[in-house]
């Protein structure tokens, strides 16, 4: 079992930045890759980036090079530190966990958090 409590969303200018965290909880936390995903009114949720506890990252092409993931194992927590953001970055961003083969694939993610909004005017 996972819990998955997001924070940090709000609304930004076009070009500003915005950190987003996950804390992590529950037994089988340490077991498990956790990421971020989003979903724009109207669209699919999409992956965003995911991180495993002991290293490696992944970043989605729409997001590499402004947003980078990272975590603090000694808080559980999981960030996402997002710059140069563009008004299509507005979606409700959640955070996600599931095994490291599957963290990238929203069909197969067993825990989500319960989303932030992330608004960004023009």
């Known amino acids: 079992q996972v819990q998955l409590q997001e924070s940090g969303g709000g609304l930004v200018q076009a070009g500003g930045s915005l950190r987003l965290a996950c804390r992590a909880s529950g037994r089988d936390v340490s077991r498990y890759a956790v990421g971020w995903f989003r979903q724009a009114p109207g669209k699919e949720r999409e992956f965003v980036a995911a991180t495993s506890w002991t290293g490696g990252t992944q970043h989605s092409d729409s997001v590499k090079g402004r947003f980078t993931i990272s975590t603090d194992n000694a808080k559980a927590t999981v960030y996402l530190q997002m710059n140069s953001l563009k008004p299509e970055d507005t979606a409700v961003y959640y955070c996600?966990?599931?095994?490291?083969?599957?963290?990238?694939?929203?069909?197969?993610?067993?825990?989500w958090g319960q989303g932030t909004q992330v608004t960004v005017s023009p």
């Open positions: 996600a966990s599931d095994s490291v083969r599957t963290i990238t694939m929203t069909k197969y993610i067993r825990y």
